[in-house]
């Protein structure tokens, strides 16, 4: 009889976690909805610029290469983090779970300061419609990464409370999937947006 509670626990379990991660990989889904959208309008708008302020003379190029390069090495230092759960190495864990934080702010405070100094120079989401697919496009991947960082956090929280199990061992994986999620669209706004704006 104990042993059949146990296996059905055990199946209840599995359940539970193929629901959960099914979840996951839905809202990722809508995800990549709401920016191909986003993408397709900032591809018909992109040239509405009443000739003026055009992503030519804003975009730096050594401003987003470094966002670049940062959000990049989050990634990576991302998979070191699952590197070391799968190892059972609670601190390493934490440390590049840490690192990947940093990185994450650091990409956010670039992205800040980019949009400001585009504010002073004129450049506002009301300017015209290429400065609004922009904002949008861009602003909502940055909200993204925002997002990350504090569930990121809040996972970090909960390894410290309870250490490696089952449940923070799933935590990991999902954010992390999550993070290297923003990085491929990333790639995306760097090549479309950026590279193409500049050239």
């Given at each position: 009889m104990a042993q059949s509670v146990?296996?059905?626990?055990?199946r209840h379990e599995a359940h539970h976690d193929t629901f959960k991660l099914l979840g996951f990989w839905i809202f990722l889904v809508t995800d990549c909805i709401i920016f191909a959208c986003l993408f397709a309008v900032?591809?018909?708008?992109?040239?509405?610029?009443?000739?003026?302020?055009t992503g030519h003379e804003l975009f730096e190029v050594k401003g987003f290469t470094a966002e670049t390069f940062i959000l990049l090495a989050s990634s990576f230092t991302s998979g070191l983090a699952s590197l070391a759960m799968?190892?059972?190495?609670?601190?390493?864990?934490?440390?590049?779970?840490?690192?990947?934080?940093?990185?994450?702010?650091s990409f956010v405070g670039l992205e800040i300061t980019e949009f400001a100094k585009m504010a002073a120079e004129g450049a506002t989401i009301s300017t015209n419609a290429f400065l609004s697919s922009f904002f949008t496009l861009v602003g909502t991947h940055g909200l993204h990464v925002t997002f990350g960082l504090i569930w990121m956090i809040g996972v970090m929280v909960q390894i410290g409370r309870h250490g490696i199990d089952h449940l923070t061992k799933e935590k990991v994986t999902i954010v992390g999937l999550y993070w290297h999620f923003l990085d491929v669209v990333w790639i995306f706004i760097f090549t479309v947006v950026y590279l193409l704006g500049v050239m």
């Open positions: 146990t296996s059905m626990d055990t900032y591809a018909v708008l992109r040239t509405h610029t009443d000739g003026d302020l799968h190892k059972g190495n609670k601190k390493q864990l934490m440390a590049w779970l840490a690192v990947t934080v940093l990185l994450g702010m």
